[in-house]
């Protein structure tokens, strides 16, 4: 990758946030409760931040951003990340640590103080991050950190995918970016029916490609790590539930679980 010029926010929000609630990132929350904070920006204004100028920027106001869970690492699938939601957009919020769904599970409100961390882009994917190395990589907030930054809020929030289709998807790869998403009346094409979804032995990624019935194809990636990757696909036409993402130009869909995908009906004629 190469090395990225950080350049830093300049003062474009005016907020305060008038009180916190630390909480450990190995203590639940003593109730399904909000923490006492007021979120002030949104996914697509902190988006819009680096889209303005093309390389990573760090935050320095004193920004909070509402967002629910949609998608987390429970079925390894998703990997030290988190993706989330809020009514303007997605995100994915990279963490340095193991078993992020223990509690910041699918349905969780997350409240994040942003001043301090960074909005990147890896291959066309935007995430919030802790930190930009010197040789232009990025590193997830510190487990040590979670506590200064993310305060959880009530569970069993609930998040209707988006139902979209994939003339939608590839029409503009970027509007449903790490966003729940559904596909109905779609199958894997011949050659990806009745397979692994990855190789689970060997950790070997897979990508497989799911169609409509008018022949537009998109992406399904599934990591060899993920407790499904030896899962083969189904064999019929139906609908799919998963995490939309981008992979430099191409449209990706991630599978969160095989709970997401049913696809029983007769194939397209």
Do not use: H
């Amino acid at each position: 990758m190469k090395k990225i010029t950080i350049i830093f926010l300049a003062a474009v929000f005016f907020a305060g946030v008038s009180s916190c609630v630390k909480e450990k990132f190995t203590a639940p929350a003593a109730n399904n409760a909000d923490p006492n904070l007021t979120p002030n920006t949104t996914i697509a204004a902190i988006t819009a931040l680096y889209t303005s100028v093309k390389t990573p920027i760090q935050i320095t106001q004193p920004l909070v951003l509402e967002a629910v869970v949609v998608g987390d690492d429970k079925s390894g699938n998703l990997y030290k990340e988190l993706a989330i939601e809020d009514s303007t957009g997605g995100i994915l919020l990279m963490i340095n640590g193991p078993d992020l769904y223990a509690n910041y599970p699918v349905g969780r409100r997350l409240f994040i103080q942003l001043k301090g961390l960074y909005v990147v882009s890896y291959d066309g994917s935007y995430e919030i991050v802790g930190s930009v190395n010197t040789d232009g990589s990025f590193t997830g907030i510190g487990t040590t950190n979670l506590s200064q930054y993310i305060f959880p809020g009530q569970w069993g929030v609930n998040v209707a995918p988006k139902v979209v289709t994939i003339t939608q998807l590839l029409s503009n790869i970027n509007t449903y970016q790490s966003q729940l998403i559904q596909l109905n009346n779609v199958e894997f094409v011949a050659g990806s029916r009745g397979v692994p979804y990855a190789n689970g032995t060997l950790i070997l990624n897979g990508s497989l490609l799911v169609k409509d019935c008018n022949e537009n194809q998109a992406t399904v990636y599934t990591s060899g790590y993920a407790n499904f990757a030896n899962s083969l696909t189904p064999s019929g036409n139906g609908s799919l539930v998963c995490i939309y993402g981008v992979y430099g130009t191409t449209a990706q869909l991630m599978l969160r679980d095989t709970t997401d995908v049913n696809m029983t009906g007769p194939t397209c004629p």
